[in-house]
C-alpha cells in the first residue's frame, strides 16, 4: 500500500477543528511563486497548480523509468498547500531554502495582525507561494531530472518551478470547514487559543500564513471544504 502522508503524519495535515500548537520539521517542497487573484480563469494560480503537479507526478512515476532514486517508496503525492500574504513584496525567482522566503516589508497590518490584515475583496493583490511535499528521499538532483524529464515530455516552461526547503518550527494550527472566506473567524479562534497559552504571533518575511487543501474545490461545495491553516508562533516576549 502506497504511504499516505496525511494518515502517517495526522498531526500536520489532519488536525482537529479547534485550534493546537504543532511544531512542524523542516521539509522540502516543490514550489512556485506569484501574485494575483487565485480565483482568476487561467490566471497564474491556476497555472501554478499545473506546473506543481507536473513535478510531481514525474518524481512519483519515476519507479516506471530508468532514473532510479535512492531510497524511493511508493507513496500518495502530499496535498497542495500554500503561503499567502498581501502587501508590497520583494519575490525571489530563484530560492533554494528557508531563509529565501520573499521579503514581505511593507505590508503593515498583516504582519502583525495575520489574516486581520488582508482584504478578501482585494484578491488581486494576493501574493502567494504554492507548494507541493516532497518526500524525504528527493534530492535537489533528483528535482532537477525530473524538471528536465518533464519539460521534454509535456513541451511545457517548468523554469518557474523550483526546490524549497521551509522549517516552519511552532505554529497554531486548526482544521477550518468552510468557505475561504470565512477564514478569519477561524484565525480568530486560532489567535485566541495561542493568546491563553502564552503564545504571541510571528508572521515574519521568513514565516508566513500557510494553508493546506484538503479538499478539491473544484468539486466540494463551499461549506464543506477543508482546509488547514497554520501561523507561526512564539513565546510571548521572546
Partial sequence: MAFDYKKEYKEFYMPKNKPSIVTVPSMNYIAVRGTGNPNQ??????????????????????????????????????????????????????????????????????QQEGVKGIDYNRKEDFNWISVIRLPDFVTKADFDWAVGVATTKKKTDFSKVEFLTYDEGICVQCMHIGSYDDEPATVAMMHAF??????????????????????DARKVDPEKLKTVIRHPIKVKGK
Fill in 41 to 110: 480563469e487561467d490566471g497564474e494560480y491556476k497555472q501554478s497548480i499545473g506546473l506543481l503537479y507536473g513535478i510531481a507526478f514525474t518524481v512519483k512515476m519515476s519507479k516506471k523509468g530508468d532514473h532510479r532514486i535512492e531510497g524511493y517508496f511508493d507513496y500518495v503525492v502530499p496535498p497542495l498547500e500554500g503561503f499567502w500574504w498581501q502587501g508590497a513584496a520583494s519575490v525571489k525567482p530563484n530560492s533554494n531554502a528557508a531563509t529565501d522566503m520573499p521579503s514581505t516589508e511593507g505590508r503593515g497590518h498583516f
Fill in 194 to 215: 495561542m493568546d491563553q497559552q502564552g503564545y504571541e504571533l510571528d508572521i515574519t518575511d521568513k514565516r508566513l500564513h500557510h494553508e493546506i487543501y484538503l479538499s
